[in-house]
């Protein structure tokens, strides 16, 4: 079986990543779209691009599925995030008589959630970090494991991911006021309690194993990095490991597949403390975002290995790795406040080149940065002979990279690459960075400093070169579909931004950032309302532009110092409204789903200041 004809059920670089793919095999890539990405570089570089149904996303599993038909896709790559970890809609393409490209619904079943994936490392015989896999639903129970365990502890929600859904508890006392059970239980959720391990690395293996029993470490990768759990730069191989610990890691990660009769790419993900402890994490079942560094050092398209393993091959001949690779996640968050979201117009954009250097990035100039996906704007991958080069050459990519209209978290990774702590191991031989550097070293220091207005220093890129061609080429959709046209200067209105033409481009394009909703000023509320009145005692306001997901307080509701109030989500990452003092809640105009921008009003509440007794 070959796979001919693939529909790419992701955007951004990722899509653009398998398309490429696609497109060295020589099959046909087929690519949903929703109406801001009609212009993106995935859309153009993809052989077929096909609409949205209006009003749906690319979570709509129905959608993607009737697309999938009608266009003939005889496979379905669900890139990662979105519907990649959708057991149902894995079913659902299966039973349509379409290759899925990633392991079986029943694997996902096995590894999906937090709970899961315990039960099937303890079955696996791979000790996952020190907690209890059945469901949490009481203080004491916490209370009772921390007396062994000692704090702080974590209760997570067993569909959470990336960093969402952790309470971190500290003693006693937090255990009995917090939130989490009730909140698990108004939302239908699951939690369980783990040790939370305040220093390790984080460890992970790119893996694969094919439908006759195969398997493969591709490459081992540190993923220490994070800041709330959220990666921030990778590297392949993972560098300064103890005596022993590649062999146990390559046994654990072949032992949890083989428990399930995983068949496809995955990543194990496991945690390294200072004594040598090994404790399984999890399990990702698809592609993870930094697999570009395990390509780089091994030589191996983790793409093509996915399809060929879908077709029913064999994984092949797996390359030992060679050299050294980083990746550079560049996100709209600015180091100067603590990576707080950035959001606006990138209004100038340029990637770095030269030897050893790879750029996935599925954004251009002009594009709109908004809330409702993740911040990551590309990758920055940076090769070299050793580690030692790969960051000299990755310190000259941030040099040359230009990012303007919105803030990029370049000057965090320049701090990073000029620290001992990451560039020299230590007296032992081994590195001193743990899942917890960057938000307890590096931030405070960076937030404390003024951050450069951008981390470059480049000279202004020269002026375009007018193109004297008599034919120009729009992009347009005809019948819900993304082509091509190509007609002679001067037949249509002449170029103006105003109505959505780009005389830089010569495209027909819309309006960046219009979307058919109420357009909103710079700072806050919709056009021709109030603005943010967040000096107002009382008030509380929206730091970012972001999506309210939960409501914790009720009008007449008496909240102290510190009590949570709202729960934002802004590019995947959750962010907590506390309460600024004392006081009753006298309304809330918000609700959840709600999408705010900096300065809305969340919530407002009677204090001492602004008690009715006194106005």
Same mark, same amino acid.
């Given at each position: 079986?070959?796979?001919?004809?693939?529909?790419?059920?992701?955007?951004?670089?990722?899509?653009?990543?398998?398309?490429?793919?696609?497109?060295?095999?020589?099959?046909?890539?087929?690519?949903?779209?929703?109406?801001?990405?009609?212009?993106?570089?995935?859309?153009?570089?993809?052989?077929?691009?096909?609409?949205?149904?209006?009003?749906?996303?690319?979570?709509?599993?129905?959608?993607?599925?009737?697309?999938?038909?009608?266009?003939?896709?005889?496979?379905?790559?669900?890139?990662?995030?979105?519907?990649?970890?959708?057991?149902?809609?894995?079913?659902?393409?299966?039973?349509?008589?379409?290759?899925?490209?990633?392991?079986?619904?029943?694997?996902?079943?096995?590894?999906?959630?937090?709970?899961?994936?315990?039960?099937?490392?303890?079955?696996?015989?791979?000790?996952?970090?020190?907690?209890?896999?059945?469901?949490? &639903?009481?203080?004491? &129970?916490?209370?009772?494991?921390?007396?062994?365990?000692?704090?702080?502890?974590?209760?997570?929600?067993?569909?959470?991911?990336?960093?969402?859904?952790?309470?971190?508890?500290?003693?006693?006392?937090?255990?009995?006021? !917090?939130?989490?059970?009730?909140?698990?239980?108004?939302?239908?959720?699951?939690?369980?309690?783990?040790?939370?391990?305040?220093?390790?690395?984080?460890?992970?293996?790119?893996?694969?194993?094919?439908?006759?029993?195969?398997?493969? /470490?591709?490459?081992?990768?540190?993923?220490?990095?994070?800041?709330?759990?959220?990666?921030?730069?990778?590297?392949?191989?993972? =560098?300064?490991? =103890?005596?022993?610990?590649?062999?146990?890691?390559?046994?654990?990660?072949?032992?949890?597949?083989?428990?399930?009769?995983?068949?496809?790419?995955?990543? +194990?993900?496991?945690?390294?403390?200072?004594?040598?402890?090994?404790?399984?994490?999890?399990?990702?079942?698809?592609?993870?975002?930094?697999?570009?560094?395990?390509?780089?050092?091994?030589?191996?398209?983790?793409?093509?290995?996915?399809?060929?393993?879908?077709?029913?091959?064999?994984?092949?001949?797996?390359?030992?790795?060679?050299?050294?690779?980083?990746?550079?996640?560049? !996100?709209?968050?600015?180091?100067?406040?603590?990576?707080?979201?950035?959001?606006?117009?990138?209004?100038?954009?340029?990637?770095?080149?030269?030897?050893?250097? $790879?750029?996935?990035?599925?954004?251009?100039?002009?594009?709109?940065?908004?809330?409702?996906?993740?911040?990551?704007?590309?990758?920055?991958?940076?090769?070299?002979?050793?580690?030692?080069?790969?960051?000299?050459?990755?310190?000259?990519?941030?040099?040359?990279?230009?990012?303007?209209?919105?803030?990029?978290?370049?000057?965090?990774?320049?701090?990073?690459?000029?620290?001992?702590?990451?560039?020299?191991?230590?007296?032992?031989? $081994?590195?001193?960075?743990?899942?917890?550097?960057?938000?307890?070293?590096?931030?405070?220091?960076?937030?404390?400093?003024?951050?450069?207005?951008?981390?470059?220093?480049?000279?202004?890129?020269?002026?375009?070169?007018?193109?004297?061609?008599?034919?120009?080429?729009?992009?347009?959709?005809?019948?819900?579909?993304?082509?091509?046209?190509?007609?002679?200067?001067?037949?249509?209105?002449?170029?103006?931004?105003?109505?959505?033409?780009?005389?830089?481009?010569?495209?027909?394009?819309?309006?960046?950032?219009?979307?058919?909703?109420?357009?909103?000023?710079?700072?806050?509320?919709?056009?021709?309302?109030?603005?943010?009145?967040?000096?107002? =005692?009382?008030?509380?306001?929206?730091?970012?532009?972001?999506?309210?997901?939960?409501? +914790? /307080?009720?009008?007449?509701?008496?909240?102290?110092?510190?009590?949570?109030?709202?729960?934002?989500?802004?590019?995947?990452?959750?962010?907590?409204?506390?309460? =600024?003092?004392?006081?009753?809640?006298?309304?809330?105009?918000?609700?959840?789903?709600?999408?705010?921008?900096?300065?809305?009003?969340?919530?407002?509440?009677?204090?001492?200041?602004?008690?009715?007794?006194?106005?």
């Amino acid at each position: 079986m070959t796979l001919s004809r693939i529909l790419v059920a992701n955007r951004g670089e990722i899509a653009l990543r398998i398309v490429r793919t696609a497109r060295d095999l020589g099959a046909t890539s087929i690519l949903p779209y929703t109406p801001e990405d009609l212009m993106s570089p995935a859309a153009e570089l993809a052989d077929e691009a096909y609409a949205m149904p209006e009003g749906s996303s690319y979570t709509d599993a129905a959608a993607v599925l009737e697309l999938a038909r009608t266009t003939g896709a005889d496979a379905v790559h669900p890139g990662y995030g979105f519907l990649s970890e959708d057991a149902d809609f894995a079913r659902s393409i299966i039973e349509a008589g379409i290759t899925w490209v990633g392991p079986s619904p029943e694997a996902m079943d096995a590894l999906g959630d937090k709970m899961s994936a315990r039960a099937t490392a303890e079955r696996a015989k791979v000790a996952p970090v020190p907690g209890i896999t059945d469901s949490v &639903t009481d203080a004491e &129970t916490v209370i009772s494991f921390a007396g062994t365990h000692g704090y702080p502890v974590a209760l997570k929600r067993t569909d959470g991911g990336g960093g969402r859904g952790i309470t971190v508890l500290h003693n006693d006392d937090e255990v009995r006021s !917090t939130p989490a059970f009730e909140s698990a239980a108004l939302r239908g959720g699951t939690l369980i309690l783990e040790r939370f391990v305040t220093a390790a690395r984080h460890i992970e293996t790119q893996c694969a194993r094919d439908s006759h029993g195969g398997f493969a /470490v591709v490459s081992t990768r540190d993923c220490s990095l994070q800041r709330r759990n959220q990666k921030l730069l990778e590297e392949a191989p993972a =560098p300064f490991l =103890p005596e022993g610990a590649h062999g146990r890691l390559v046994e654990a990660s072949r032992r949890l597949l083989e428990t399930v009769d995983y068949v496809g790419v995955a990543t +194990c993900e496991f945690l390294l403390t200072p004594e040598d402890d090994l404790w399984f994490l999890e399990v990702n079942p698809r592609l993870q975002v930094e697999h570009c560094v395990s390509e780089e050092v091994t030589g191996i398209d983790l793409v093509e290995l996915q399809l060929r393993i879908a077709e029913g091959g064999h994984l092949g001949e797996i390359n030992e790795p060679r050299g050294h690779s980083l990746e550079l996640r560049i !996100t709209c968050e600015d180091p100067s406040r603590g990576l707080a979201p950035s959001t606006g117009a990138i209004t100038r954009l340029r990637w770095p080149a030269g030897p050893g250097i $790879r750029i996935e990035s599925g954004v251009t100039e002009g594009d709109v940065v908004t809330p409702m996906f993740d911040p990551m704007l590309a990758k920055i991958v940076v090769t070299g002979a050793t580690r030692e080069q790969a960051i000299a050459r990755a310190r000259r990519a941030l040099r040359e990279t230009v990012v303007e209209g919105v803030t990029v978290c370049t000057a965090l990774h320049a701090e990073v690459l000029e620290r001992p702590a990451f560039t020299n191991p230590d007296a032992s031989g $081994r590195l001193k960075v743990t899942t917890r550097w960057i938000e307890n070293e590096v931030l405070p220091e960076l937030a404390d400093a003024d951050a450069p207005a951008d981390a470059d220093g480049s000279q202004a890129a020269p002026e375009a070169v007018t193109n004297p061609r008599t034919r120009s080429s729009y992009i347009i959709e005809l019948n819900g579909r993304r082509m091509q046209l190509t007609l002679p200067d001067g037949i249509l209105a002449p170029s103006n931004p105003a109505r959505g033409f780009s005389p830089r481009s010569n495209r027909a394009q819309p309006l960046r950032g219009r979307s058919g909703g109420t357009t909103r000023s710079a700072r806050g509320g919709a056009s021709g309302e109030t603005e943010s009145t967040s000096s107002e =005692p009382g008030v509380i306001a929206a730091p970012m532009q972001a999506i309210v997901t939960r409501i +914790c /307080v009720e009008p007449g509701q008496q909240v102290c110092q510190g009590d949570l109030l709202v729960v934002l989500e802004s590019m995947k990452m959750e962010n907590y409204v506390h309460a =600024p003092s004392d006081g009753t809640i006298s309304e809330i105009p918000v609700g959840a789903g709600r999408t705010v921008s900096a300065g809305d009003v969340l919530v407002r509440m009677h204090t001492p200041e602004n008690s009715p007794e006194e106005a």
